[in-house]
Protein backbone atom coordinates (compact mmCIF):
# COMPACT_ATOMS: atom_id res chain seq x y z
CA UNK A 1 0.00 0.00 0.00
CA UNK A 2 2.71 2.41 0.74
CA UNK A 3 4.40 1.81 -2.77
CA UNK A 4 1.23 2.43 -4.33
CA UNK A 5 0.72 5.89 -2.25
CA UNK A 6 4.37 6.64 -3.02
CA UNK A 7 3.97 6.21 -6.65
CA UNK A 8 0.58 8.69 -6.59
CA UNK A 9 2.56 11.82 -4.81
CA UNK A 10 5.29 11.19 -7.37
CA UNK A 11 2.96 11.79 -10.28
CA UNK A 12 0.95 14.39 -8.81
CA UNK A 13 3.85 16.21 -7.99
CA UNK A 14 5.02 15.78 -11.31
CA UNK A 15 1.91 16.76 -12.71
CA UNK A 16 2.51 19.70 -11.07
CA UNK A 17 5.53 20.67 -12.29
CA UNK A 18 4.85 20.34 -15.65
CA UNK A 19 1.60 22.14 -15.40
CA UNK A 20 3.08 25.31 -13.54
CA UNK A 21 6.34 25.03 -16.23
CA UNK A 22 3.87 25.23 -19.03
CA UNK A 23 2.27 28.18 -17.57
CA UNK A 24 5.15 29.99 -16.40
CA UNK A 25 6.66 29.25 -19.99
CA UNK A 26 3.48 30.37 -22.10
CA UNK A 27 2.95 33.46 -19.19
CA UNK A 28 6.38 34.99 -19.73
CA UNK A 29 6.71 33.85 -23.92
CA UNK A 30 2.85 35.57 -24.83
CA UNK A 31 0.92 38.56 -24.02
CA UNK A 32 -1.58 37.61 -21.41
CA UNK A 33 -4.83 38.69 -19.34
CA UNK A 34 -6.16 37.87 -16.14
CA UNK A 35 -9.29 38.98 -14.09
CA UNK A 36 -7.93 40.54 -11.34
CA UNK A 37 -11.17 41.23 -9.48
CA UNK A 38 -14.72 40.11 -9.68
CA UNK A 39 -17.18 42.45 -7.68
CA UNK A 40 -20.85 41.75 -7.21
CA UNK A 41 -23.16 44.42 -8.07
CA UNK A 42 -26.89 44.19 -7.55
CA UNK A 43 -27.40 47.40 -9.19
CA UNK A 44 -26.42 46.19 -12.62
CA UNK A 45 -29.51 44.79 -13.63
CA UNK A 46 -28.24 41.66 -14.92
CA UNK A 47 -25.61 42.98 -16.97
CA UNK A 48 -22.11 43.51 -16.09
CA UNK A 49 -18.90 46.22 -16.25
CA UNK A 50 -15.99 45.50 -17.98
CA UNK A 51 -12.84 47.66 -17.07
CA UNK A 52 -9.45 46.93 -16.71
CA UNK A 53 -6.25 48.12 -18.06
CA UNK A 54 -4.09 47.67 -20.92
CA UNK A 55 0.15 47.47 -20.42
CA UNK A 56 3.49 46.47 -22.30
CA UNK A 57 4.36 42.97 -20.89
CA UNK A 58 8.15 44.13 -20.64
CA UNK A 59 8.25 47.75 -19.10
CA UNK A 60 4.32 47.40 -17.57
CA UNK A 61 4.02 51.35 -19.76
CA UNK A 62 0.10 51.91 -20.12
CA UNK A 63 -0.87 51.72 -24.29
CA UNK A 64 -3.19 54.31 -25.08
CA UNK A 65 -5.49 53.97 -28.06
CA UNK A 66 -5.32 50.13 -27.42
CA UNK A 67 -8.37 48.39 -28.70
CA UNK A 68 -10.58 46.24 -26.81
CA UNK A 69 -13.02 43.75 -28.33
CA UNK A 70 -15.46 41.62 -27.30
CA UNK A 71 -16.63 38.89 -30.00
CA UNK A 72 -14.45 40.07 -33.02
CA UNK A 73 -15.58 43.76 -32.64
CA UNK A 74 -19.64 43.42 -31.32
CA UNK A 75 -18.56 45.38 -28.70
CA UNK A 76 -15.62 47.78 -29.46
CA UNK A 77 -13.86 50.01 -27.25
CA UNK A 78 -10.18 51.76 -26.79
CA UNK A 79 -7.98 52.55 -24.09
CA UNK A 80 -7.75 56.42 -22.66
CA UNK A 81 -4.32 58.13 -21.90
CA UNK A 82 -4.36 55.99 -18.77
CA UNK A 83 -4.34 52.51 -21.07
CA UNK A 84 -7.69 51.94 -19.44
CA UNK A 85 -11.08 50.75 -21.06
CA UNK A 86 -14.63 49.79 -19.59
CA UNK A 87 -17.55 47.97 -21.34
CA UNK A 88 -20.94 48.93 -19.71
CA UNK A 89 -24.34 46.70 -19.88
CA UNK A 90 -22.76 44.01 -20.76
CA UNK A 91 -25.10 40.84 -21.05
CA UNK A 92 -23.58 37.70 -19.71
CA UNK A 93 -22.09 35.23 -21.33
CA UNK A 94 -19.43 33.67 -22.88
CA UNK A 95 -16.84 36.38 -25.07
CA UNK A 96 -14.07 35.49 -26.93
CA UNK A 97 -11.74 39.30 -25.59
CA UNK A 98 -8.90 40.27 -28.01
CA UNK A 99 -6.14 43.12 -27.18
CA UNK A 100 -4.79 44.74 -30.10
CA UNK A 101 -2.50 47.61 -30.60
CA UNK A 102 -0.28 48.25 -33.27
CA UNK A 103 3.26 46.85 -32.81
CA UNK A 104 2.30 44.60 -30.69
CA UNK A 105 1.32 41.13 -30.74
CA UNK A 106 -2.67 40.53 -30.91
CA UNK A 107 -4.30 38.67 -28.21
CA UNK A 108 -7.85 36.83 -27.92
CA UNK A 109 -8.77 34.21 -25.24
CA UNK A 110 -11.88 32.89 -26.55
CA UNK A 111 -14.27 31.92 -23.91
CA UNK A 112 -14.28 34.11 -21.04
CA UNK A 113 -17.28 33.84 -18.61
CA UNK A 114 -18.49 37.08 -17.41
CA UNK A 115 -21.82 36.73 -14.79
CA UNK A 116 -24.07 39.23 -14.95
CA UNK A 117 -24.89 41.77 -11.47
CA UNK A 118 -20.65 41.62 -11.62
CA UNK A 119 -18.15 44.42 -12.31
CA UNK A 120 -14.72 42.42 -13.25
CA UNK A 121 -11.58 44.18 -13.74
CA UNK A 122 -8.97 42.84 -15.95
CA UNK A 123 -5.60 43.12 -16.28
CA UNK A 124 -3.97 42.84 -20.16
CA UNK A 125 -0.76 42.61 -20.95
CA UNK A 126 0.42 42.55 -24.23
CA UNK A 127 3.67 41.47 -26.02
CA UNK A 128 5.79 43.65 -28.23
CA UNK A 129 6.25 42.27 -31.36
CA UNK A 130 9.24 44.89 -32.71
CA UNK A 131 12.04 44.47 -33.78
CA UNK A 132 15.09 45.88 -31.71
CA UNK A 133 17.22 47.75 -33.30
CA UNK A 134 20.79 48.04 -32.13
Known amino acids: MKINTFKLLTFRIAQFFSTFLFLFTYSCAHSSISIIEEIP ?49 ILPGKY ?9 ETYSKS ?14 KLWCDCPVID
Open 41 to 89: DSTLNNTCTISGYISDRDTKEHLVGASVLLNDGIYETHCDINGFFSFNN
Open 96 to 104: KVTAEYIGY
Open 111 to 124: NVKFKGNYKYSLNI
